[in-house]
């Protein structure tokens, strides 16, 4: 099995949820985020708003799935059609192995506590 942590901007949220639960994945976990990375961040107003400084991080949304390791190629391939725009800060897909999963309530181990 694999973790798959999909970082997007936060305007694309509902286009990623929506190619991973239709490519295959049984449910997802979103967080929304801050940070910094390739994409330009905003430029802010002040408080009287004659003053514009750059925001020091861009909200963003991750997406986290735990998926078989059949199902990955096609998530990945759903993932990045969703979201692609060709400019830097699309997002990033972030893919980890697990060693297990437990469903707390049912006990079932691994693709079946899924």
Do not use: W
């Amino acid at each position: 099995m694999k973790r798959l942590e999909t970082i997007v901007k936060s305007d694309r949220l509902s286009n990623v949820v929506h190619a991973i639960r239709s490519a295959g994945a049984k449910g997802v976990t979103v967080t929304s985020i801050k940070g910094q990375g390739s994409g330009d961040r905003p430029m802010l107003r002040s408080g009287r708003g004659t003053t514009q400084f750059r925001a020091e991080y861009n909200n963003m949304d991750s997406v986290m799935a735990i998926v078989d390791d059949s199902e990955v190629s096609k998530i990945i391939s759903a993932i990045t059609q969703s979201c692609y725009t060709g400019n830097s800060g699309d997002g990033l897909v972030i893919v980890t192995d697990v060693v297990q999963v437990v469903n707390i309530a049912s006990k079932k181990i691994d693709s079946e506590a899924l």
